[in-house]
């Protein structure tokens, strides 16, 4: 019964953090102009990596997400995205190992 807790509290982080990813890189995208401005887009990726660090307690996400602040890579890749689908894999991977090694356990 916890096992469907975490899970599901798993899903609920991914979908956000999913979401908030994808329409913050849409809006670096749709935005360029206004988010090429030094400070604005400084704000505007600082908020957002906070925001997504936030949710997923994810230092290797964070870090890739950093990469908004260089200057002209950093607006043409999705980021958010990248790392978001990073953190995913990555965690439902650990998550469905330790599921089996809970099966295996009490099958012993």
Partial sequence: MQTLKKDASFI????AALAISIVCDAFD???APLFEMPFIG???NGFTTTLLYFITRNKRSTAIN???FI??????IPTYTI???QWI???SRSTSNLQETEILNKVK
């Fill in 71 to 76: 200057p002209v890579i950093g607006d043409f």
């Fill in 29 to 31: 995208y749709i935005g």
């Fill in 89 to 91: 894999y990555r965690s």
């Fill in 42 to 44: 400084d704000v505007f």
């Fill in 83 to 85: 790392s978001t689908l």
């Fill in 66 to 68: 950093l990469i908004k």
């Fill in 12 to 15: 609920h982080k991914a979908i």
